[in-house]
């Protein structure tokens, strides 16, 4: 009868979780070489053939080369990503962007009979805290 024993099984657990780590580390170099555009076409090729032929170790030096700008390219997107979910919070919510335009717009609700003047009133008080 065949037993696997605990640090056997310990073990290779260990290099799994190594191998998918390292999986992980590649798939975003690739994707970031990929997202960059100030690299030309052959400087991805050569970080493709560099990638693809030597993996662990392409990806080692493209994180010693670009780990900085690549760090710098994700907060740069994340900050995009944050404003454009601010602008789309802002549009659905129907808020105006200034005090003037949301008293515009009420009054333009007072004009077509869609509010009374004491929710006019109300809403001007609103737009003016």
Not at 45 to 62: D, K, M, Q, R, T
Request: charged share 15%; glycine share 6%; with cysteine.
């Amino acid at each position: 009868m065949d037993t696997t024993n605990f640090w056997d099984v310990l073990l290779w657990s260990f290099w799994f979780f190594i191998w998918i780590a390292a999986l992980m580390v590649w798939f975003r170099c690739l994707i970031d070489m990929f997202g960059d555009h100030t690299l030309n076409g052959w400087a991805k090729a050569g970080w493709v053939i560099l990638l693809v032929f030597v993996p662990w170790l392409g990806a080692l030096i493209y994180l010693i080369a670009r780990g900085r700008s690549m760090a710098e390219r994700q907060m740069k997107a994340l900050a995009e990503q944050q404003a454009a979910q601010q602008d789309y919070i802002q549009q659905v919510a129907g808020k105006s962007t200034s005090p003037a335009a949301q008293i515009a717009d009420a009054k333009a609700l007072l004009d077509s009979g869609a509010i009374n003047q004491t929710e006019f009133d109300s809403l001007k008080a609103k737009a003016l805290a």
